[in-house]
Each structure stands twice: as C-alpha cells, then as structure tokens.
C-alpha cells in the first residue's frame, strides 16, 4: 500500500505525463514515404495562452467558425513555409485534406488542426535524401519531425542516416531504395 507521500508522488509523475505546455504551439510533422510520393500530415496543438492568435490566423472574417474555405486558405499558408527537397530538388507540397476541431476546442487550447499535404519524387534503386523544413511560428512553437516507411508497388525502404536541427524544425533523412 503507498503512504501519503507515494500518493502525493504518483499523482505528480501522472500529472507530467499529462501536461501540455500552454504557451506553444506544438507542431509535429509526420513524413511519409511511399512509392513515387511523400505524404505530411502536419499537427497544429496550440496550448492555451496561444491559441486565440491562431484561431485568429484560421477565422479570416472574425465570425467564430472556422470554415471549410478559412482551413484551406490557413493551410496553404502554412505549406508555404514548410519546404522538402529530394535529393537536392525543391518539391511542391499539394493541399490533400485540413482537419479543423470544433472553434470552442481550438480556443481553449484543447484542439489539433490536421494539415495533410503530398509530393511526388521518384522512385530509383540506391541512396537519396530528403529534407524537410517547418519555418511557420506565428507563435512561440515547438516542433518535432519524423519519417515513417510505406513501401509498395515492388519498392523497398531502408533509413540509413537521420538528423533533426538542433531546434526541430528540420529533418533530414538519406535513405535507401531497391526493387523487390
């Protein structure tokens, strides 16, 4: 049985798992790749203390709603600075889709907007590289990238070399490419 300072300890370790920092917007970013293409799905969480310059950023019109038109226009906006290049080569992000939570969630800090974004590069056996760079802060941010491997089509995927910039807004990641 715990005493009352191992309540008091429990309760602290499970209060830090749960924190979210207030006054960021956490920004994670989720590179796919598959054959011929690169997939982003891109997690806006703005805490608490920040999030009404971001729902400001979103509701152009200021009505309190967040329309389908506000999303996309918000998203293009925010791909706009947000870069990949492969293999040297600067490629286009396409707008596939925007998530928006309830306003009232968004506001209170209590909401995540789905951004999700591809482009296309080619697939050709041996070592290539990606990278990836997030220059959106309309607010005190934290950032964090990652790449996840979907091979098909007769292609295989293997990370040989990953690095992330020193404050997580980049990601580089060389990679290798064999057919089946």
């Not at 979210?20 to 293409?37: I, R, S």
């Not at 080569?89 to 907007?113: D, E």
Request: hydrophobic share 45%.
């Amino acid at each position: 049985m715990l005493k009352r300072g191992g309540w008091t300890f429990l309760a602290a370790l499970c209060g830090v798992a749960q924190a979210h920092p207030v006054d960021e917007l956490l920004q994670e970013a989720y590179l796919t790749l598959t054959p011929g293409a690169i997939r982003l799905e891109l997690d806006l969480a703005p805490g608490s203390q920040v999030a009404g310059a971001v729902v400001r950023a979103i509701d152009a019109d200021a009505d309190g709603q967040l329309s389908a038109a506000e999303a996309r226009t918000f998203a293009g906006r925010v791909l706009a600075q947000s870069s990949v290049t492969v293999g040297g080569k600067a490629m286009p992000w396409t707008l596939n889709q925007v998530i928006m939570p309830p306003y009232q969630h968004l506001l209170s800090g209590n909401g995540v907007v789905k951004i999700y974004a591809v482009t296309t590069r080619p697939d050709r056996a041996g070592a290539d590289t990606v990278a990836y760079q997030n220059r959106y802060q309309p607010v005190k941010s934290r950032w964090m990238a990652n790449i996840f491997l979907l091979p098909g089509a007769d292609w295989w995927y293997q990370v040989s070399r990953q690095q992330h910039s020193s404050d997580g807004q980049g990601l580089t990641v060389t990679y290798q490419v064999a057919r089946r």
